[in-house]
């Protein structure tokens, strides 16, 4: 199992900007699906963005246009970059991993790897 660790949370203004980053502790190969969650206080996680292995991107409604995931294969890490960050975007976030059967999308991900979390505030 890839073990995972988040990074660059931080408090920030609204407007503001922050970059996520995920290291993982071996190389993402092949049919890797990898995806950034958010739980907000009080809240269920929700899934906000997500890689497939061909580089398509899925981001839920509530961010997108607005937030970014990539991936660095030469560092195994894998980012989130977020603008235009709001008060409801305060949360903890988190980074997930699943390794994907061949022509299976994120969609269908178990997410099996997932990190500590790093914490997201964003004040008005």
């Known amino acids: 199992q890839t073990q995972l660790e988040e990074s660059g949370g931080g408090s920030v203004q609204s407007g503001g900007s922050l970059r996520l980053s995920c290291a993982a502790s071996r190389a993402f190969g092949h049919d890797y699906c990898l995806g950034w969650f958010r739980q907000a206080p009080g809240k269920e996680r929700e899934g906000l963005a997500s890689l497939e292995d061909d580089g398509t991107e899925t981001y839920a409604a509530s961010v997108k246009g607005r937030f970014s995931i990539s991936r660095d294969n030469a560092k195994n890490t894998v980012y989130l970059e977020m603008n235009n960050l709001k008060p409801e975007d305060t949360g903890m976030y988190y980074c997930?991993?699943?390794?994907?059967?061949?022509?299976?999308?994120?969609?269908?991900?178990?997410?099996?790897?997932w990190g500590q979390g790093t914490q997201v505030t964003v004040s008005s």
């Open positions: 997930a991993a699943d390794l994907m059967p061949p022509g299976i999308t994120c969609g269908s991900a178990a997410w099996s790897s």
